[in-house]
T-cell receptor, first 117, second 110 residues
Framework: DARVTQTPRDKVTEMGQEVTMRCQPILGHNTVFWYRQTMMQGLELLAYFRNRAPLDDSGMPKDRFSAEMPDATLATLKIQPSEPRDSAVYFC???????????????FGPGTRLTVL | GNSVTQMEGPVTLSEEAFLTINCTYTATGYPSLFWYVQYPGEGLQLLLKATKADDKGSNKGFEATYRKETTSFHLEKGSVQVSDSAVYFCALANFNKFYFGSGTKLNVKP
């Protein structure tokens, strides 16, 4: 059955390094979300795209984070330079929505566990 | 604005006990409401949803009714199992955005 995939599943890196996380949404879904989950903050929305265009990235630290959708089958979240406080699990989710209504159900990927030393 | 408040956990129950996890929301317009479940080491999975007032979502023995008059969407299950141990998130979808509660951890003991 169709699933959202994310790579890598685990990433350990050192402070200052660039990190790129990838997400393949479910085929046919036109909306992609990036979330960050930590024990302290819970689940935070970082950014989301509709039809590959960014609709909202207000949750994302602009100076170091960037999110893109090079094509309909790939979304990327990049951190440069990474910092220890970026350590978290990053989830991608996809769904089907229209321009004048809320996105229906979101389907989550398994997450990328990032550890920045 | 839009927000979701759910009861803090952890909730610890014995197997076959009755479960209620409270969820209330604030929203403009007519949101859709969801419950998601997260098992250890995994992403969130949709458990059930309701898209309009008085709708009841149900799945795997779990139920929740969209109550507009009390702005609530409480999750219930008549008899929990050890395998139900997980974190449960209430969520609201409105105007192209999702708003998640902080999650309630459920521990079910044999």
């Amino acid at each position: 059955d169709a699933r959202v995939t994310q790579t890598p599943r685990d990433k350990v890196t050192e402070m200052g390094q660039e990190v790129t996380m990838r997400c393949q949404p479910i085929l046919g879904h036109n909306t992609v979300f990036w979330y960050r989950q930590t024990m302290m903050q819970g689940l935070e929305l970082l950014a989301y795209f509709r039809n590959r265009a960014p609709l909202d990235d207000s949750g994302m630290p602009k100076d170091r984070f960037s999110a893109e959708m090079p094509d309909a089958t790939l979304a990327t979240l990049k951190i440069q330079p990474s910092e220890p406080r970026d350590s978290a699990v990053y989830f991608c989710a996809s769904g089907l929505g229209t321009s004048d209504s809320s996105t229906d159900t979101q389907y989550f990927g398994p997450g990328t566990r990032l550890t920045v030393l | 604005g839009n927000s979701v408040t759910q009861m803090e956990g952890p909730v610890t129950l014995s197997e076959e006990a009755f479960l209620t996890i409270n969820c209330t929301y604030t929203a403009t317009g007519y949101p859709s409401l969801f419950w998601y479940v997260q098992y250890p080491g995994e992403g969130l999975q949709l458990l059930l949803k309701a898209t309009k007032a008085d709708d009841k979502g149900s799945n795997k023995g779990f139920e929740a009714t969209y109550r507009k008059e009390t702005t609530s969407f409480h999750l219930e299950k008549g008899s929990v199992q050890v395998s139900d141990s997980a974190v449960y998130f209430c969520a609201l979808a409105n105007f192209n955005k999702f708003y998640f509660g902080s999650g309630t951890k459920l521990n079910v003991k044999p």
